[in-house]
């Protein structure tokens, strides 16, 4: 047996805590600035759908992202991918986060406040969570249930004073920001369980392209084009196809390739606090001592997910693409240490 250099081992030791403790800053880092891009999300498309219907505004900005990122992907990981497994996993996640959530979501905001559309959305961590405990075997202790639970209690609170109770409840805006949340959270399970076997940088880029066909059928006939064509229109369309639609969702699938689907799930509950901060600061909106409660509760919350966790377990169906995540894994390495 080679003799083992006890400095060596206790440098390694050292080094490994240093890189241990230097990935769980970036991996902080990387969650707050998606929810700070999904938060002013909100705030840019109250702003855009001022001048153009919602549809019509949704599909602009996935059209934009996904154009974003495939030049950037054509530079850094390689030629436009042709096999049938990356085209169907793009249709399947465009289907799903694309026309799903955010077609979904600006149908209901037209029935709907967005305080309740907000409250009715981020009821897909809790989904996410039984869904991958389901189907991929991944844990959800009792305590990760307790954590869950009050996170979206925070966002209910954090709301609580956005949303109006007055008048006939607006069923369809309901169920159709619901079947967005359900649209998200199956997107979600559905890209950790094959996630090994994809690029993210493509599969993100055409998943913009294949989500805006189903919206362009409904645009043409749910709304007429009457579309206001303004610097306002211009900033908030790219703002919300760089940001939300193209970098948010290369972060928010960079995590899941790292991170239990219930531990990455939990922090997106600080979107509709920091979209209420936001709103306040850019539309004057108010900002009561509830949304400070109501973070309080989502921190709680957050904490008691990620309480004594390690790695995050490997999906059940991961191990079938091992091969593919080394070379995506080269081909990406370049591109995200910059994210972070």
Sequence with gaps: MPKVNGTRTVDGLVAGGRTRGAEGLRLIGLFLLLCLVWAFAYTAIKLGVRHAPPLTF???????????????????????????????????????????????????????SAGESSILTYTAPLVISVMAWVWLGESLSPLKALGLVAGFGGVVVVMAGEVSLSGHPAWLGYALTLSGALAWATGTVYFRAYQA?????????????????????????????????????????????????????????YLLRHRAAAEVSSYIFLVPFFAVVMGALVLGERLGLLALLGVALILAGIYLVNRQTSASPTPRRSSQGTQSQRLSNTNEFHYYHHIG
Excluded: K
């Design 58 to 112: 949704t599909i602009a900005r996935a059209v934009v992202g996904g154009l974003a990122l495939s030049v950037v992907a054509l530079f850094t990981t390689g030629p436009f991918p042709r096999d049938a497994f990356t085209h169907r996993s793009a249709a399947i996640l465009g289907l799903c986060n694309v026309a799903g959530l955010a077609g979904f979501m600006a149908l209901g905001l037209t029935r709907i």
């Design 197 to 253: 076997r994809l690029n993210i940088l493509w599969v993100t880029a055409l998943q913009g392209f294949y989500g805006a066909v189903p919206l362009a059928l409904a645009a043409l006939f749910l709304e007429r084009p009457a579309i206001d064509w303004s610097f306002e229109l211009a900033w908030t369309t790219a703002y919300n196809g760089l940001g939300p639609m193209a970098l948010a969702y290369l972060i928010w699938f």
